[in-house]
């Protein structure tokens, strides 16, 4: 019979849809045709697979030939698709077993001398291969990333000639072991001199998967601050790794499998547009908020981000995901970060400082700030004045603050407490869910509306502010809030007083 049918996956985003290869050889003048919104790249396919299979010393059949990429209304893009189409042309010509084709998924480009070449999105169609208990053949190069995911039987092959092989059963292909993940040493909080307030924020923070923005004049340690969040967070399970894993899969900038298990840091330059945060492109791909998914992105000098790139922002910090739409498609990738930024009180820097070196004007101040608007500032939890530290905090001998390995000991149990108490942490609890877990005293409650009704602050921030006080609770080990905690959750709301509480 000459029809053969390949499984194989395309991408989209960062899901991985299952995609039927039909091959139909027929008579005729000779040609080959691919159907099924195949788009340059894919149509390309047929020069290198008409190459891969004379080198590889197979007969490429003189008919015609007819591949349909099924479902027809998904287009169908990159290279991936070269050795799942090869393998359907020898298997409608009789010239490997059609039968040995059903219990696998082929994904791999092939080079014109039939070498197998790496493809990105491997690991998004290794999670959706395992569901189906096939095994995945991919190329040797990305074998380690597909090996990541457990219950899944990978086999690797460097060309062709060794897929037709294993299909022959005269060949075994390799099975790449799974790659041991560390926790490699990073930044450690001991190198933060000073700054208790800064540290206690950032315990916060790394706590409760809160927000945080960090405002002080140059030089006062916000970077190095921002730099050591991820060494106080836990790490992240195997799900979270996996999510945030198959996101730099599919974004073409590869995956170091050994780091899989680390949470993402990404710290864009201020210049990044708006499609380098959020993602885009013709054949959309992921950007920074979706690269920082379950891990932290820094962004610096917040006021000198143009402002249509900061608002872009405002919908995925609440809602965890971003929706790219094109023309031809709609992806939605996973946003799930901790976003921490940095600033400075004012253009030159030093608003605010004892050195009382300022010389912009209120006027310049204003328009400075006015730079991040007040509804992603109303999205950010925590708001903390970072100070220069005098000479004597600095010194080799001074005293230095807890490690990093102390103080995400507690993160770990007050996230422990959280995942009981709601499974998620207190920064991603529903409104309904802040009512049920964070209620208040009578007295507090009063508190909390009279501190609402003088800073002005929505209904957004008010419940912002009883969910750090729940984190606060819980790294005290309290079962309930005390007006402790619900004092200091308001007094991190700086940004919320006006200008001159963010400039002292």
């Known amino acids: 019979m000459a029809l053969a049918l390949v499984h194989g996956r395309a991408r989209a985003g960062v899901r991985a849809p299952a995609i039927q290869v039909e091959v139909y050889l027929a008579g005729g003048i000779p040609r080959m045709n691919i159907v099924g919104l195949p788009e340059a790249a894919v149509r390309e396919a047929k020069d290198r697979v008409r190459a891969a299979i004379q080198c590889a010393q197979y007969e490429f059949p003189a008919r015609v030939i007819t591949v349909n990429l099924a479902p027809a209304d998904l287009p169908k893009g990159g290279g991936r698709f070269d050795l799942p189409i090869a393998l359907g042309i020898l298997a409608a010509s009789g010239q490997i077993p059609l039968e040995a084709l059903a219990g696998c998924e082929f994904v791999g480009e092939l080079g014109l001398t039939g070498e197998l070449r790496p493809v990105d999105g491997v690991l998004p169609a290794a999670l959706a291969c395992a569901e189906t208990g096939r095994t995945l053949v991919v190329p040797a190069t990305n074998g380690d990333e597909a090996a990541l995911v457990s219950g899944l039987e990978v086999r690797t092959a460097r060309t062709l000639l060794e897929v037709c092989a294993m299909l022959h059963g005269s060949k075994t292909l390799p099975q790449p072991a799974p790659a ?45 601050l921002a730099s050591r969040l991820p060494g106080i967070l836990p790490e992240a399970s195997e799900a979270e790794a996996l999510e945030a894993a198959a996101i730099a899969s599919v974004s073409g900038r590869g995956l170091d499998p050994a780091r899989w298990r680390e949470r993402p840091f990404r710290s864009p330059h201020h210049t990044a547009s708006a499609v380098a945060l959020v993602g885009g492109g013709a054949e959309p791909r992921p950007g920074e908020i979706s690269l920082a998914h379950h891990g932290v992105l820094f962004l610096d000098e917040l006021p000198e981000w143009d402002r249509r790139a900061l608002e872009v922002l405002r919908e995925p910090l609440e809602s965890g995901v971003v929706t790219i739409s094109r023309a031809a ?58 100070q220069r530290l005098p000479p004597s905090e600095l010194r080799p001998d001074a005293p230095a603050g807890e490690s990093s390995a102390e103080v995400r000991a507690r993160v770990e149990a007050a996230r422990a407490v959280q995942a009981q108490r709601a499974g998620k942490t207190n920064a991603a609890l529903s409104q309904a869910e802040t009512s049920a877990w964070c209620r208040l005293q009578p007295a507090d409650q009063a508190l909390l509306e009279r501190a609402i009704e003088s800073l002005q602050l929505s209904a957004r921030s008010m419940h912002r502010i009883l969910r750090v006080a729940r984190t606060i609770a819980d790294l005290a080990g309290s079962p309930g809030i005390a007006t402790a905690h619900l004092t200091e959750a308001i007094g991190y709301r700086r940004a919320d007083r006006g200008l001159d509480p963010l400039a002292a």
């Open 180 to 224: 041991v993940a560390q926790r490699l040493p990073g930044p450690d909080l001991r190198d933060v001199r000073g700054q208790a307030q800064a540290r206690r924020a950032l315990e916060i923070a790394a706590a409760g998967g809160h927000h945080l923005l960090l405002a002080g004049p140059p030089g006062c340690g916000k970077t190095l």
């Open 329 to 386: 498609r709609q992806c939605e990738f996973p946003a799930r970060f901790q976003l921490v930024a940095a600033m400075n009180p004012c253009p030159c820097g030093w608003a605010g400082d004892p050195c009382g070196r300022c010389r912009c004007g209120i006027e310049a101040i204003r328009r400075y700030r006015a730079r991040i608007s007040g509804p992603l500032l109303d999205r950010i939890d925590l708001h903390i004045d970072v």
